[in-house]
């Protein structure tokens, strides 16, 4: 019984921890929805297509890209965000195993 208690409050802690920081950045979160939604509409054909064909970012995205390189906080929390969701198309799509 008290390891079933303690892991509940690890997992509150974690949970709380994690909302705390999304709740941090505004702005960061306004970017990983928009990213989270591009994924989720992409087709499969459309993921491999600009796996084979990369394309340059916009000026937008590589400042974002800076950003999140320069504060590894703000990154931690962009990627928690949107991997499961990326993650997750790729297997979908057969990009990993």
Known sequence: MTKRICLSVVV???????????????????????????????????????????QPKPQKEQEMLQVLKADPQMRTVFINKVAPVIVNKMFDCGMIP
Do not use: H, R
């Not at 802690?13 to 702005?27: D, I, K, N, R, W």
């Not at 979160?29 to 491999?48: H, P």
């Open 12 to 54: 509150s802690t974690l949970l709380f921890a994690g909302v705390a920081s999304a709740q941090e950045y505004p702005m960061l979160n306004l970017v990983a929805d928009k990213v989270i939604q591009k994924y989720q509409q992409m087709s499969c054909e459309q993921m491999w297509q600009q796996k084979l064909n990369p």
